[in-house]
T-cell receptor, first 111, second 116 residues
């Protein structure tokens, strides 16, 4: 089955800096790659997603890139703010909506 | 538009008991997926329901079962609870789907289950 590896497990940045989180996947049939933000005591919130027919997608301060050949995708957050502090999860899916998640990255943005 | 809701918020059970968790999907969504999230881990797929039938299952034993109702709400049932079943149980709903493609999933707040 699909396996998703996520790095780093923790990331600490200063407010205004950029943050990058990387994920690799194993199943070349995966075609959908969402990113979720999870705050303490809450469910995961979708922040951006990308499908395999697209190489890059951007939404304001957040961008995701996908390299199908290398089977990896990355989340980029620019101009980080303290409210960006949370756990971020990447996921991959091949069909019918089974998402396989990475282990998560704890992002801390220091004021 | 109402988002995904789950009940109860928290639940404490003892080993061997049975539990039922409930989920109301987001308006207009006909597909519901359930995930288990252990502390410090990513969510793990349990199963998905589409048109009131199971439409895919992860690596969970048969004592994990589910239902989907005509209004697209869903239940997760766990029998013979074990200590390792302690986790956050998440429900996610997806918009109208053929059932064969991957659609965006929107998660509820989860139910925190503690098994003593």
């Amino acid at each position: 089955g699909e396996n998703v590896e996520q790095h780093p497990s923790t990331l600490s940045v200063q407010e205004g800096d950029s943050a990058v989180i990387k994920c690799t996947y194993s199943d070349s049939a995966s075609n959908y790659f969402p990113w979720y933000k999870q705050e303490l005591g809450k469910g995961p919130q979708l922040i951006i997603d990308i499908r395999s027919n697209v190489g890059e997608k951007k939404d304001q301060r957040i961008a995701v890139t996908l390299n199908k050949t290398a089977k990896h995708f990355s989340l980029h957050i620019t101009e980080t703010q303290p409210e960006d502090s949370a756990v971020y999860f990447c996921a991959a899916s091949t069909s019918y909506g089974k998402l396989t998640f990475g282990q998560g990255t704890i992002l801390t943005v220091h004021p | 538009e109402t988002g995904v809701t789950q009940s109860p918020t928290h639940l404490i059970k003892t080993r061997g008991q049975q539990v039922t968790l409930r989920c109301s999907s987001q308006s207009g969504h006909n597909t519901v997926s359930w995930y288990q999230q252990a502390l410090g881990q990513g969510p793990q797929f349990i199963f998905q329901y589409y048109r009131e039938e199971e439409n895919g299952r992860g690596n969970f034993p048969p004592r994990f079962s589910g239902l989907q109702f005509p209004n697209y709400s869903s239940e997760l049932n766990v029998n013979a609870l074990e200590l390792d079943d302690s986790a956050l149980y998440l429900c996610a709903s997806s918009p109208v789907s053929t059932g064969g493609s991957t659609d965006t999933q929107y998660f509820g707040p989860g139910t925190r289950l503690t098994v003593l």
